[in-house]
């Protein structure tokens, strides 16, 4: 097997692009202390492994910010959210900054009719790339690192390569995956499906905007309106990679709890997504007496609190984050409600027997009575409403690649050396992610580092910059030994 040392030198003369800003006043930079990747003790020495660097990883992570910065939280410069919806004026302004980066660094930029901006840096041998991939996108209340870091390690990747005029065997790149959050566009991870061959492009172009409500730009529209319509086909034909490692905080507690540095993902969780519509009558809210309505918004409340039940009886995780109720009067009973239903599960099986209790629970409650939630109340034959389930995503249970979790194994051993079961744990990913795409098409894995509290989707949501620097190093050392078994 080909170690980083064994790569032969490129001399280049191109321009090495943006210097890196320092940032004097920031939460994550405050008083900058030595990098971490110095200050812990490693089995490797400097002669056998490069190193990324976290004052150029965190400032550039945080230069980008100013695009779609969201809830201020604190006091210092980066004390805020992140508010950086898919196809919005401030995701163009990210992928600008995208595309001129990779670019000043010699890579080939393509984007695909998806959006999918590819930049990929030559290597000794033509090949498709081992990419590193995530998103720039947010929640509408999002915070610093979902994604983003994921995108600033293969970039701060990109720049450490440079700087030590590392030749790969073969091509390696980075990938900004588009509208991976499914905020503002109701499918999660849907330009990387596309890509897949799993999601079929005419049904992504036609998704419609849900932020705001009234919005009635679909993806295809807005691509067109920021210049991010692509004309190469979004397909893993077209732009094939040789594999895909993504770096991304864990989302949860387990890491921080244990006090590990890094979780290396075997695989992710199953997960449905659901639109349900409750269609009961309007009414007058003085004139109609309890018995006599049909309260859909009554009804919708019943079957959330019977789901977040069923869930936790099951094993599995049920979630609702969108409610909307018409005609939405104060004096007017609502005859129609559609809430989202998001239910997750280890395994394919827990998610199935999830679903099939809940469509049994729902019509009970929807034909006027309470299933498994405790409290009674006033019945009659007009307490009934009609429900109906809509499926919008179905994300089966994901295992990821031998080969390269061992190659992320392998880039944790190289780091953190006897220490390596202390500071690292297996583990399955909770969340959904573009790797659970790649996955179906070729050789994926992926680095967790810890998240405070456990915290995200949150305008607090903060890893420390020596872990996120830690998961850089441990995304670059995995990319490397993949590109270098492809020899053998």
Known sequence: ??????????????????????????????????????SLRFASTASTIKRVKEDRLMSELHHTCQWGPGQRWGDHDTDT???????????KQVRDWFASTTEALGCTLTTDEMGNQFAVRA???SGAPTYVGSHLDTQPTGG?????????AGIEMLQTLRENNIETNYPVGVVNWTNEEGARFPISMVASGVWAGEIPLDTAHSLKSVIPRSDSATMKTDLERIGYLGSVPCSHKETPMAAH???HIEQGPILEKEERKVGIVTGVQAYRWFTITITGHDCHTGSTDLGSRADALLAASKMIVASRE??????????????????????????????SLDIRGKDDAIVEKLESRLREEFAYIASGKDAS???KTQKSPRDKVAVKWRKDSDSPAVLFSDECITCVTEACEELFGNDVDKQTRQMVSGAGHDSVYTSKRVPTSMVFVPSKDGISHNPVEYTKPEDCTIGAQVLMGAVLKFDGKRTE
């Open 1 to 38: 097997m080909a170690s980083v040392a064994s790569y032969t030198v490129r001399r280049t003369t191109r321009p090495l692009g943006r210097v890196y800003r320092a940032v004097c006043t920031t939460h994550a930079l405050t008083a900058l202390r030595p990098p971490a990747l110095a």
């Open 81 to 91: 959210g992140m508010s950086r919806l898919s196809l919005s004026d401030t995701d």
């Open 123 to 125: 290597g000794k041998k």
């Open 144 to 152: 610093r690192y979902d994604g983003i870091l994921g995108v600033h």
């Open 245 to 247: 490692f993504e770096l």
């Open 310 to 339: 069923a869930a936790y009886e099951e094993g599995g995780l049920a979630s609702t984050g969108i409610i909307e109720a018409r005609p939405g009067s104060t004096n007017t009973v609502p005859g129609l409600v559609t809430f």
């Open 373 to 375: 939630v405790g409290y």
